[in-house]
């Protein structure tokens, strides 16, 4: 059967078919097909025809108004649930009804980070596509989604066993790559709630996902358990006399590398990391033993605070970490 134009066709049951193929929304084509098995009985004037697809077209167009509106208010509302900015609980229900969101179901959180050198244009050109290969990616798995882009993050609640969220994350990266688009820095929040404990679990996630981008690069994937110290010092971090105190340890060596060329803090975050062993350290920077010590004596002067005192080590480990979580350059 030929659907490209107007025509009339003979079925297989001896029939007759008068196909009137029309556009719905510029791409998609309908068609209006009238069968009768009274093949004497006259055609309808194509003219008709084309008379009733401008109706039909306009309630098309109607119906995707009406269901585009209805997406961005979802959106907007999945927005507000995520930041936690509602004080009216009623309001609230009343829209988790509309929208037909289970409040039994519980979910856990992914927040992504698109790498991409252009951060103006980072979501305006790709929002939709990613958004839907999500969705696709979570239909394929048979898991059920939320999800919104927030203040630049793309966040998905999912829900589905904890275990599936490599598997989920693995699927939408191959389908990145087919498309050409931007790889994911991804933090992870591994405990089940409901809607309206969204914000908490966002904000879990995306603590993993900065925190792990810092120690560990762009493109990784972090869970909140992974993360769970920092979690515990980004609350500590918010405190003002430990953040006096962090700036008064930490700024006289990032002063330092600035204005000498000497990155003191990175040699005192590997010195930690190798918990004091000076060869270890000194390989891990590729320095020699010698430079190495001048480097630690150069930490001790500017902050001043001692590496072989328990407690200095100890304040200085804590002020290393607190400024890294920040952060701040």
């Keep these: 059967m030929q659907i490209d134009k107007p025509s009339v066709v003979c079925t297989i049951w001896n029939t ?20 009768t098995a009274m093949l004497s009985f006259e055609l309808i004037d194509w003219f008709v025809l084309e008379k009733i697809t401008i109706a039909l077209r306009l309630w098309f167009k109607k119906d995707r108004i009406l269901i585009e509106q209805e997406n961005k208010e979802k959106t907007e509302f999945i927005k507000t649930l995520v930041e ?8 609230i229900e009343k829209q988790v009804n509309r929208f037909n969101i289970d409040k039994s179901v519980k979910y856990f959180c992914i927040v992504g980070f698109a790498e991409m050198e252009d951060c103006e244009q980072k979501y305006s050109s790709f929002e939709s596509q990613i958004s839907k290969i999500a969705f696709d990616c979570a239909r ?14 793309l966040s998905i609640f999912l829900n589905s066993a904890v275990s599936l969220y490599n598997e989920f994350i693995d699927v939408f990266e191959e389908k990145l790559a087919i498309y050409c688009l931007p790889y994911f820095s991804w933090g992870i929040s591994e405990r089940l709630t409901d809607v309206y404990a969204f914000p908490h679990n966002y904000k879990d996630a995306k603590i993993a996902l900065e925190i792990g981008r810092r120690q560990k690069g762009p493109g990784t994937r972090n869970t909140s358990s992974d993360t769970s110290i920092f979690r515990l010092l980004s ?50 920077l590729a320095l020699q033993r010698q430079s190495l010590l001048y480097r630690l004596q150069k930490i001790e002067s500017l902050t001043g605070k001692s590496l072989s005192e328990p407690d200095d080590r100890f304040l200085l480990q804590l002020c290393q970490k607190l400024w890294t979580i920040s952060g701040v350059q």
């Design 16 to 35: 007759r078919a008068q196909v009137f193929p029309f556009h719905i929304y510029d791409h998609y084509i309908g068609i209006i097909i009238l069968e």
């Design 84 to 91: 936690g900015k509602y004080n009216d609980w009623k309001k």
């Design 140 to 153: 394929s798995l048979r898991i059920e989604m939320i999800s919104t882009f927030q203040s630049g993050y």
């Design 235 to 284: 609350h500590l971090s918010e405190n003002k006399l430990a953040d006096d105190l962090v700036r008064q340890t930490i700024e006289p060596l990032i002063t330092y590398n600035r204005e000498r060329g000497l990155d003191l803090f990175r040699t005192l975050s590997y010195y930690i990391n190798y918990q004091g062993n000076i060869s270890q350290t000194a390989r891990a």
